[in-house]
């Protein structure tokens, strides 16, 4: 059974930081490439970082350069996602997902949401006063 489960969400202050996990079990990560997805209420979901199996590739939304780090750990099937200087406008569930993309491979999963195979069951990111 493939499973993703994040972890890490929470209530946090404006300007304030969180580093959300991403954690698979019933397969390695080392074949996938990983993206992390936000939902807001009334929004639609969106992309927000995405890295590749080998983790020498990284993307990310223009609305959060600068402030979040995508990054992952193959030894022990975890990515994380870095998220500095959170801002009221980052409050959203967030969601990692996984597609097959080859071992040690530099090619990026994309933030096209229906490029994605397996999904976890997401984590809420408040950001608020």
């Known amino acids: 059974q493939l499973q993703l489960v994040e972890s890490g969400g929470g209530l946090v202050q404006p300007g304030g930081s969180l580093r959300l996990s991403c954690a698979a079990s019933?397969?390695?990560?080392?074949?996938?490439?990983i993206g992390w997805f936000r939902q807001a209420p009334g929004k639609e979901r969106e992309g927000v970082s995405c890295?590749?199996?080998?983790?020498?590739?990284?993307d990310y939304a223009d609305s959060v350069k600068g402030r979040f780090t995508i990054s992952r750990d193959n030894a022990k099937n975890t990515v994380y996602l870095q998220m500095n200087n959170l801002k009221p406008e980052d409050t959203a569930v967030y969601y990692c997902?996984?597609?097959?993309?080859?071992?040690?491979?530099?090619?990026?999963?994309?933030?096209?949401?229906?490029?994605?195979?397996?999904w976890g069951q997401g984590t809420q990111v408040t950001v608020s006063s």
């Open positions: 997902a996984a597609v097959l993309k080859g071992y040690d491979s530099s090619r990026l999963g994309g933030s096209s949401e229906y490029e994605y195979e397996h």
């Open positions: 019933g397969f390695t990560l080392d074949y996938y490439a």
């Open positions: 890295i590749s199996s080998n983790g020498r590739r990284t």
